[in-house]
Each structure stands twice: as structure tokens, then as C-alpha cells.
């Protein structure tokens, strides 16, 4: 079938196989050409690894690293005239690479926070590997069904206590909207930190421990944000901030535990970069747009492979103690959060209008950004072409 990209909303519901696979291919050959991380981990397990971060990270550890890797995820497979999504091509083409080159390569799609698949998870490790000396956690959904109890947990993005009003970006017509989230309620926060806080990380460890699948000296990571001010109200001090709190909570708990097998856990905090659930955010977005015309102006833009090979080969690799902020977070947003970046933004953000918003913030950029995403706008693959749109493992 010829597939172009069908955008509703703040998603787009079509995904091109092969410009997925070029993206892919182009991340791995940026790890390639960077060369090897000594002492990286040799048997990985990553969590939530079709998109993003997670898919960074399992191509990080398989090329950088030349590590076995696990990967779980939660994609649709292509049905009728439907393309599969982005993840499932994503991991398809991982996986062909991989194998190409030699290297351990499992895949389990399903539901991470069932105890089903966690136990399918273990008995593969058990069998193939005998353990993990990496552990990245890397989910990002809007739904949990408690593995114990079954009960339905949805998150929502709203402040706490007050409303929140600010300017933020209209996808469709590329101009300024004002939005207004009324506060969330007890039962929301609650149900977002069931979602999106730790304890989903904290039962994966709980079953590679009670397996005897957690190699001595083992690393654990999860993913969070923190932002700027002008995200604070919605983000960092919202509902997603109250699960974030409570992922760097379980990490400082999982390091405890660790550090007695001479291994660590840590909240990697990273940089704004579009993905599909940064996509979703309201400000978020456009607050992107701007960042990423100041970074890219002063070179130091990164998008998801650079960020994380930076993080495996500076920080969590380097030969020595693991750089920390206060609270025991590895800090890789370290040049967003620069202090001229961020007085740059804010000037950017206050001055912006409809009439000069193209010219002082990168839209066609985000653009561009999103839609390669779902494997479109990838240079040298040729959308008019006919492609086979059901692919398997």
C-alpha cells in the first residue's frame, strides 16, 4: 500500500514502515560512528522500548554497547488497510539490524504491567540469558490495570489546587491558543501516580530479584522530567510531578537495595524532545518549539540516540563515581536547563505573537519532528512507493 501521514489531533494514525526503519537505521549509525562504551552492560532488559527514550536506549546498549537485549513494548500489528503503529515498525527494524550484526535479540509485546508477562519476561532472561546487568524503565501509558487487584488506573495532565491558564500551540493552524486546566481532584493524582509513578518499576524488580535474574553489580534506570518554570505549574508541580516524585522515591528505595549486590538505581532526568506523549502535554509543545531554536543556535540541540548515548558514555559508563544532583538524580537536561537557554526561552516566550511566532520559534521543525516520529519526511525513502505494510518478526 502507499502510505502517507493521517494527522488527527495531536497523533498521527498512519505509520510508514520503511521511513521507520531508516530512522532507526539513522540512530544506529550515529552509535556506530561514535564508537564503543567501555564497560557497558552486556545483557539489557528495557522496558517500554518501541519509541522515544526507550528505543534509544535499546539501540544505545545493542551498538554502543554490543549488548543482548530484551525489549518490551505494547504496539499494534498492521490489520486490513491499517498500517501498524510506529513502535511495532520501530522494534521490527531493530530487531532485523540486531540480528544482522549478531546480537541477542528478544521481543515481547503485550502488557508490561501484568504479572503475565513480567513472568513470560523472567523465563526467557532464565533460559536464554541466566541474567541482566541492565534494567531500563521507559514506560509511557495513559491506562493501568493493576496487576493484583485489576482495578483501572487513568492519568490525567492537570495542576493541583488552582487552575492553570497560559498560551500554548493549536497543531492544526499553528497558532497561539489560550488554555485554561482546571485543577485535578485527590482520586486523579492518585490514579496518575498508579499510572506513571514507580511501583510498576519497583514489581519488574521485585520479579527479575525473586528469579535470580539480577546480575551482581546490576543498573536500573528510569526516565523522568523536570522542565522549566514555564511548565511548572502544569508539569513538575501537576499531577505527572506527583508521579515523577513518586519514581525518584522508589529509585532512591531500589538503590538501597542495589548497592548490597554492588549495583545502583537511578532517575535519569532528560531533555524536552518531541515524542508521542510530550505531543500530548498542553505548552509542552510549544515550549519545545522555542527550546529547540535556542539549542540548535548555540549547538548543543540533541535529539532521543544523542541524548542517551551521552548518558551511557558521560555519566553511567564513564569509569568513574556517577555524577548526581542533590537528590540523587543523574542530570543529562543539564544544557536545557543552562541558565542562558532557559533566559533565552522565556524572553522568546513572553515576546511571542501569530504574527512573529514562525519567525522566533521553530515550527516547521516540530513539525518535522513529530512526523518523523511515525517514519514519515525521512530523507532518501520514497513515499510514492508501494510498501508492504504487515510485518513480522
Request: aromatic share 10%.
Amino acid at each position: 500500500m502507499i502510505i502517507q501521514p493521517k494527522i488527527r489531533g495531536f497523533i498521527c494514525t498512519t505509520a510508514h514502515p520503511a521511513g521507520c526503519a531508516a530512522n532507526v537505521q539513522e540512530q544506529i549509525d550515529y552509535v556506530k560512528e561514535h564508537g564503543l562504551i567501555k564497560n557497558g552492560p552486556k545483557k539489557v532488559l528495557v522496558i517500554g522500548s518501541s519509541n522515544g527514550y526507550g528505543l534509544a536506549s535499546r539501540i544505545v546498549t545493542a551498538f554502543g554497547c554490543r549488548a543482548a537485549t530484551v525489549g518490551v513494548f505494547f504496539e499494534r500489528e498492521a490489520e486490513d488497510k491499517r498500517t501498524a503503529t510506529a513502535g511495532w515498525y520501530n522494534s521490527i527494524a531493530f530487531d532485523r539490524a540486531a540480528k544482522k550484526e549478531g546480537l541477542y535479540t528478544k521481543n515481547f509485546n503485550g502488557d508490561a504491567f501484568s504479572d503475565e508477562m513480567k513472568q513470560q519476561v523472567v523465563e526467557a532472561i532464565k533460559k536464554d540469558l541466566g541474567s541482566v546487568d541492565m534494567i531500563i524503565y521507559s514506560l509511557a501509558s495513559p491506562r493501568r490495570a493493576h496487576p493484583k487487584t485489576g482495578q483501572i488506573a487513568k492519568s490525567v495532565l492537570k495542576p493541583k489546587d488552582v487552575p492553570y491558564t497560559n498560551k500554548s500551540l493549536d497543531f492544526e493552524t499553528d497558532k497561539l491558543v489560550t488554555i485554561t486546566l482546571q485543577p485535578a481532584t485527590q482520586e486523579e493524582i492518585q490514579q496518575t501516580v498508579a499510572v506513571m509513578g514507580g511501583e510498576d518499576w519497583e514489581m519488574w524488580i521485585d520479579v527479575l530479584d525473586q528469579a535470580g535474574c539480577l546480575a551482581k553489580g546490576c543498573v536500573t534506570v528510569a526516565y523522568s522530567y523536570i522542565g522549566p518554570d514555564i511548565t511548572t505549574a502544569v508539569y513538575r508541580n501537576g499531577t505527572i510531578g506527583a508521579a515523577k516524585n513518586h519514581l525518584e522515591a522508589t529509585a532512591k528505595k531500589l538503590d538501597q537495595r542495589f548497592k548490597k549486590n554492588g549495583g545502583r538505581a537511578f532517575v535519569s532526568v532528560n531533555k524536552a524532545l518531541v515524542t508521542q506523549s510530550s505531543s500530548a502535554i498542553p505548552f509542552i509543545p510549544l515550549y519545545f518549539t522555542i527550546l529547540s531554536k535556542v539549542m540548535r543556535a548555540k549547538g548543543i540541540y540533541e535529539d532521543c540516540v544523542q541524548q542517551i548515548y551521552r548518558l551511557f558514555s558521560e555519566r553511567l559508563y564513564q569509569g568513574a563515581a556517577i555524577p548526581v544532583d542533590g537528590e540523587g538524580r543523574i542530570r543529562i537536561d543539564d544544557w536545557e536547563m543552562r541558565p542562558d537557554v532557559q533566559a533565552e526561552v522565556k524572553k522568546i516566550w513572553s515576546q511571542m505573537t501569530d504574527d512573529n511566532i514562525t519567525q522566533i520559534a521553530d515550527i516547521k521543525g516540530y513539525h518535522e519532528d513529530f512526523l518523523k516520529l511515525f517514519g514519515f519526511g525521512i530523507k532518501n525513502v520514497n513515499y510514492a512507493a508501494d510498501v508492504e505494510a504487515d510485518l513480522k518478526f
